[in-house]
Nanobody
């Protein structure tokens, strides 16, 4: 039973930085971060698989990074965001995909477990 709990969402000024964390529990192979803006499709920002292979979304690869740390509870996926812009405002979700998922495109359809989301507002 996979559970994902996001934290770190906040209101920040443009140009600032923010780190989001996703604490995962259960059997997790691929973890990723996605962003939802009203009226737009959910966008993949970055993901890591169990081997450490990492993919960052093209629209944010010069400003965002993901890294995973291990904790007693399970893996924690962090999303480090820098040079934030107002258009980065949205709800940020952590998601997990099962082994064998073709996740490299960061398409949200391949991710079957989702957290509740954490809001990021950039002004």
């Amino acid at each position: 039973h996979v559970q994902l709990v996001e934290s770190g969402g906040d209101s920040v000024q443009a140009g600032g930085s923010l780190r989001l964390s996703c604490q995962a529990s259960g059997l997790v192979y691929i973890l990723g971060w996605f962003r939802q803006v009203p009226g737009r499709e959910r966008e993949g920002l970055g993901a890591i698989d169990s081997l450490g292979d990492t993919r960052i979304g093209e629209s944010v690869n010069d400003r965002f990074s993901v890294f995973k740390v291990l904790s007693p509870t399970g893996p924690r996926l962090n999303l480090q965001m820098t040079s934030l812009k107002p258009e980065d405002t949205g709800m940020y979700f952590c998601a997990a995909a099962d082994i064998g998922t073709r996740w490299w495109s960061l398409n949200h359809d391949g991710f079957t477990h989702w957290g509740q989301g954490t809001q990021v507002t950039v002004s």
